[in-house]
């Protein structure tokens, strides 16, 4: 089946979201959708999915029009997708909710129950997913969950299958194991959609890539085509891609974190006796899947959940029951992941929320007036530096686009002097070239001697930046590892292995013994539990608090390597040899 679609152009009050997109996709194809957040590559695909009506342009399957004026409508002309967030109702079965909304359940009652799980196995074993019909869906991890709209999608016959940045929720392994089923479906004749904003994922899986910028399809390229043509595609002007960044020159241990505990639902923990230190000069990268216990994490430090045990020292001073402001006086820089909501007032102006923190004090204020002159200079600079489009420093901050927001935050936290800066997600939302740019001011705030916590999903940005990494899965940090460590091995510790496993995986890894991609699909990662079903204790969301030591394994996958990774997919790893920084994991042992 053939898809095209032709001038297609949605509206939303004055923004053209969609602006005459011209696009074909065919048959047997995974096409891929790139382009920074809010570029209109959602638009697009709802309006594939029946989901928005176009003000312009149309659909055809075949060469034949089609008139997609709701999902059913979609579905029935052979089109399935996969949203951002799942669709599933936790409390039943994957059988239950594959059939949801499908007629054959509703009329025919018991015996099509076991038609559908029949179904359902067929499938599943087809493509290799690991979806049991009879599990309940509450007790998937997400990865699996994804798995099961996609055979949701497949029941309902779906030829071209859209897939909403679906690897965002997914670790690496989980990654890799949803692009071989990509391939699956496409040998077996059906069509991909699949939206990211991630240059390497698209040049891994797509056929062909179609890039979007504001609205509009500004190129379609090869997968071949190199990170620089397609980032600036993706920009609309040059970018540098990774920031350089000397090596790190850690001094006194700065942040002190003892145990800390942060009370979570029912009687689980959401932070779970996490122990780490951050020396002055040292960016330690927390690495994790979204939902893992950073969010609290943060709180904690930034005093906004009370803290159920352990202690939180800076610079020797006890802050374990200090009040926001008192952290921030402190020496504590915060960038909240959720910076609409936390960082900033939409009524104000840019100019004041880039003081939101010091408006009452010297240089900004006299003790009775502020002095209008040195914010707006202060403003004026910070806006030049961190490019801020705005059309004034005097225009309220609610107006400006997220990311322009964002760099609001990030130009006051980052501009003024801190000791500690917390940043989590610094670079959600931004475009590549600003991610560059608050990428360097981050090393330039370390190398001036700031300890720096970074908590990012985004495996590229913990490469890109840390000089330490830790990983937290289900409120613990389950280990520390050099920025050499191979992505695999970071895959597994996201995904819940123990320390000891990961590194020793990470080893043979090294060693080459487990080649990267397909084989490593196949062999090792399978059997280490990356792939989710079927092996308690590693891959699920609920796994029993084991009692393993914390660090047991810690660094020996440097000690026998010769840090080549020659093994391991390339992925972001970009420093030396093994013996480059560092290796300072006191803060793995909470004794
Ligand atoms: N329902 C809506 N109402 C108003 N504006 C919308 C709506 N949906 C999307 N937009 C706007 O359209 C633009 C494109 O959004 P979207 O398609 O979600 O981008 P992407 O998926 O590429 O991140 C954004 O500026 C967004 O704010
Ligand atoms: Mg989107």
Do not use: W
């Not at 074909?24 to 209109?40: F, K, P, R, S, Y």
């Not at 994922?201 to 056929?207: F, G, L, N, S, T």
């Not at 908590?455 to 930046?465: C, K, Q, T, V």
């Not at 440097?558 to 480059?580: F, M, N, W």
């Amino acid at each position: 089946m053939k898809l095209e679609l032709k001038g297609i152009t949605k509206r939303y009050g004055s923004l053209v979201a969609n602006d005459h997109i011209d696009l074909t996709v065919e048959q047997g194809q995974i096409h891929a959708l790139l382009g920074e957040n809010g570029a209109g590559k959602t638009t697009l695909v709802n309006v594939l999915y029946g989901l928005a009506q176009p003000d312009e342009g149309e659909i055809l399957i075949d060469g034949q029009p089609q008139h997609l004026g709701s999902p059913s409508h979609a579905i029935k002309a052979g089109i399935g997708m996969v949203h951002q967030h799942f669709m599933l109702v936790p409390v039943f079965t994957v059988a239950e909710n594959v059939t949801l909304g499908m007629e054959r359940t509703r009329v025919l009652g018991l015996i099509d129950r076991r038609r559908t799980r029949r179904d359902v196995r067929e499938l599943s074993e087809r493509y290799g997913l690991q979806v049991n019909p009879d599990t309940l869906v509450e007790d998937l991890p997400v990865g699996v969950q994804q798995r099961v709209e996609i055979v949701k999608a497949l029941l309902r016959e779906a030829n071209v299958l859209i897939l909403d940045e679906p690897t965002s929720v997914l670790t690496p392994g989980e990654s890799q194991e949803l692009f071989r089923i990509m391939r699956e479906l496409r040998s077996g004749g059906r069509s991909i959609v699949f939206i990211s904003h991630k240059l390497k994922e698209v040049q891994e899986i797509a056929d062909t890539i179609t890039v979007i910028r504001r609205g509009r399809v500004v190129g379609q390229r090869p997968p071949t085509t190199s990170d620089a043509e397609l980032a600036s595609l993706m920009v609309g002007r040059s970018v540098q891609l990774r920031v350089t960044k000397p090596p790190a020159s850690p001094g006194d241990v700065r942040l002190d974190v003892q145990g800390l505990t942060v009370a979570g639902e029912e009687d689980k923990s959401a932070l779970d006796e996490v122990s780490f230190q951050v020396r002055a000069g040292e960016i330690l990268g927390v690495a994790g899947v979204q939902g893992n216990g950073q969010t609290e994490l943060c709180e904690a430090l930034l005093g906004l959940v009370p803290a159920a045990a352990g202690s939180v020292r800076l610079e020797g001073q006890d802050l374990t029951h200090a009040t926001p402001r008192q952290r921030l006086h402190s020496g504590v820089g915060y960038i909240p992941e959720d910076r609409q909501e936390d960082g900033l007032v939409a009524g104000f102006s840019v100019g004041e929320n880039l003081i939101l923190d010091v408006y009452n004090e010297p240089p900004y204020s006299s003790g009775i007036a502020l002095d209008r002159g040195t914010i707006n200079k202060t403003a004026a600079e910070r806006v030049a530096d961190f490019d801020i489009r705005t059309t004034s420093t005097a225009t309220p901050v609610g107006t400006l686009s997220g990311g322009n927001q964002q760099k609001v935050i990030l130009a006051r936290e980052i501009g003024r002097d801190v000791r500690l800066l917390v940043a989590s997600q610094p670079t959600r939302g931004l475009d590549v070239g600003s991610i560059e740019f608050v990428h360097r001011r981050i090393v330039e705030e370390r190398d001036q001697g700031v300890a720096v916590l970074i908590i990012s999903s985004e495996l590229d940005e913990i490469y890109a930046l840390s000089d330490r990494i830790a990983v937290m899965y289900e409120g613990k940090i389950t280990g520390f590892r050099d920025p050499d460590v191979p992505p695999e091995e970071l895959g597994m510790l996201m995904a819940g292995a123990s320390d000891a496993d990961a590194a020793a995986f990470g080893a043979a890894a090294d060693h080459g013994q487990i080649a990267g991609g397909e084989a490593a699909d196949e062999t090792g990662l399978m059997e280490a539990g990356l792939y989710g079903v079927g092996l308690p204790g590693v891959a699920g969301n609920r796994r029993e608090p084991a009692d393993e030591g914390p660090a047991a394994g810690d660094g020996t996958h440097a000690d026998g390597s010769d840090g080549s990774g020659s093994g391991s997919q390339s992925g972001g790893t970009q420093s030396g040899g093994s013996g480059s920084g560092p290796a300072d994991d006191s803060g793995a042992d909470p004794e």
